[in-house]
C-alpha cells in the first residue's frame, strides 16, 4: 500500500471517530430536544390551569350576581320601592365580590337598577345587576396576562293575584258573616300589618247570607310575590237578613234586619223584650304577625239599635251604647293550614273547641299573612270563628275559604308566584 493510501485512510478514521464522539456526546442535543417537546405540554398545563381559574371566576360571579338580583327583587314589592331593590342589590354586590380571591379584580363601579310597571298589564317588577371584572392568568401570563369580562343578571318579582274559593259558612246565631281578603300595605316595601283597610278596598270571598252576596263589582287584588295577603272576618250581630222577625224590616241605615238569635234583653220600660242588631265586629289576621291575636274589638265601645216586638210587629226602635271585650292574650278567632291535596279540601278545621296562644303554631298563625311566594304553589285552607260566646267560641265554622296563588299577565316570571332569576 503507498503512502498515500495510508494517509487518506488515517483520515477517515479519525473523521469516523470523530462523528462517533459527536454522536454519542449528546447531552445538549437532548435538552434541546426535550425543550422543544416540552414545551406544548406546559402550554396545555398552563392553558388548563388559567381555564380553569377564568371559569372559577366567572362561576364565583356570576353567583354572587344572581343572588343580588333576587335580594333586589325580593325587596322590590311595590312601585314606591324601586331604590330599596337597587340599595339591596349593590349591597348585596359590595358584600359577595369583597370576598373574591386577589386573582379577581372589580373593574370601575358595579350596577343594580331596578325598573318595573305599576299597572295591571305590566308583569313584574325587575332588578338587573351588572359586574366587570379581570382574572389574572396565574401560567400564561408571558402570552396573556390577564382575561376581562362583563357578567349580567336580572330576577323578576311578578305580579300575582290570590285565588279564593269560599266553602261552607255556619253561625250558631242569627249573624251575618262574611269572609274577606286584602293586599296588606306597604311602605316602601316594608308591610304594615296594623294598618286595616275600609271595606271597599277588600275583596269579599263570601257570606253566610244569601240574601246579601258579595258584590258583583270588587276590587282587583294585584300586587308582587313579596306582598303579604290579608284576611278578615265581619261578624255582624243579627245581620243575617234569610231570618228575622215577621213585620220587622231591615235597619234602613245598615240595610240589616232588626233581630238576632241570643234572645232578648229582659228588663223594664223600653228595654223590656228587644234584641240587639247591627253590632259590627271584625278580625284580621295580619295582627297575628304583629304577636296580637287577630281580635281588632277588644274591650271597644260601640252603638247598636233595638227593636220592641209584640207579637212579630216592630213597634219602637231605641239606640243603646255598650262595652264589649274580646280576649288579648290568645286567638280564638282564625286556624290555618296547608292543604294536601287540593282536590279535596278540609272543610273541618284541625282543630276544635279550644283557643291558642300566639306561640302555638298549631292555629296555623305563621300563615296569618303569607306572600304569595311563600305560598310555594299549594293551597291553604282558612278558617273562620266569630267568638260568639259559649261553645261558639270554638267551632271555627263561620266563615271557610282555600287560597292559592297565579301569576298575572305574561312575560316574565310566566308560570311562576315566586322571585325567579329571568336572565
Not at 9 to 35: C, P, T, Y
Not at 55 to 79: C, E, K, M, N, P
Not at 167 to 187: E, K, R
Not at 328 to 352: K, Y
Request: proline share 6%; with cysteine; hydrophobic share 35%.
Amino acid at each position: 500500500m503507498g503512502a498515500a493510501t495510508q494517509q487518506q485512510n488515517h483520515r477517515m478514521q479519525r473523521m469516523l471517530k470523530s462523528i462517533l464522539a459527536l454522536w454519542r456526546d449528546r447531552r445538549g442535543a437532548v435538552a434541546l430536544l426535550f425543550g422543544l417537546l416540552a414545551m406544548p405540554f406546559v402550554i396545555a398545563a398552563g392553558l388548563g390551569v388559567d381555564l380553569g381559574r377564568i371559569a372559577s371566576a366567572r362561576t364565583q360571579v356570576q353567583a354572587i350576581a344572581d343572588q343580588a338580583a333576587l335580594a333586589g327583587a325580593s325587596a322590590y314589592a311595590d312601585a314606591n320601592s324601586s331604590g330599596i331593590a337597587t340599595s339591596a342589590a349593590t349591597e348585596y354586590l359590595t358584600t359577595g365580590l369583597s370576598t373574591l380571591p386577589i386573582w379577581i379584580t372589580v373593574n370601575g363601579q358595579t350596577e343594580a337598577s331596578a325598573s318595573g310597571y305599576n299597572n295591571f298589564n305590566g308583569t313584574a317588577y325587575n332588578t338587573a345587576v351588572t359586574v366587570n371584572i379581570t382574572v389574572q392568568t396565574a401560567i400564561l401570563w408571558f402570552v396573556a396576562g390577564s382575561e376581562s369580562f362583563t357578567l349580567n343578571a336580572t330576577a323578576s318579582n311578578p305580579f300575582v293575584t290570590p285565588v279564593l274559593k269560599a266553602g261552607p259558612f255556619g253561625a250558631s246565631a242569627y249573624d251575618w258573616n262574611s269572609a274577606f281578603a286584602y293586599m296588606v300595605p306597604l311602605t316602601n316595601g316594608t308591610p304594615q300589618y296594623a294598618t286595616l283597610p275600609a271595606v271597599a278596598e277588600m275583596y269579599e270571598i263570601g257570606s253566610n247570607n244569601p240574601l246579601l252576596p258579595p258584590p258583583a263589582s270588587q276590587p282587583d287584588l294585584v300586587g308582587s310575590a313579596t306582598q303579604p295577603i290579608g284576611f278578615a272576618l265581619r261578624n255582624v250581630t243579627g245581620g243575617n237578613t234569610s231570618y228575622g222577625y215577621a213585620g220587622c224590616g231591615r235597619n234602613p241605615t245598615e240595610g240589616l234586619p232588626n233581630s238576632n238569635a241570643y234572645g232578648v234583653i229582659t228588663g223594664s220600660g223600653d228595654d223590656s223584650g228587644i234584641s240587639a242588631t247591627g253590632i259590627d265586629n271584625w278580625f284580621y289576621s295580619p295582627l297575628e304577625q304583629l304577636g296580637e291575636p287577630p281580635t281588632y274589638n277588644a274591650n271597644y265601645t260601640y252603638s247598636f239599635s233595638y227593636i220592641t216586638s209584640n207579637k212579630g210587629a216592630c213597634t219602637k226602635t231605641v239606640t243603646k251604647t255598650v262595652t264589649t271585650s274580646y280576649p288579648t292574650d290568645r286567638n280564638c278567632a282564625l286556624q290555618i293550614d296547608l292543604v294536601p291535596d287540593p282536590a279535596n279540601p278540609p272543610a273541618v278545621p284541625p282543630i276544635g273547641g279550644q283557643c291558642f296562644t300566639e306561640s302555638d303554631v298549631s292555629s296555623g298563625y305563621q300563615y296569618a299573612a303569607m306572600n304569595c311566594g311563600q305560598f310555594g304553589g299549594n293551597t291553604y285552607a282558612v278558617w273562620w270563628n266569630d267568638e260568639g260566646g259559649g261553645s261558639d267560641d270554638y267551632d271555627y265554622n263561620d266563615a271557610y275559604f282555600t287560597v292559592t296563588c297565579k301569576v298575572v299577565g305574561g312575560g316574565s316570571g310566566t308560570g311562576n308566584t315566586e322571585v325567579v332569576l329571568t336572565q
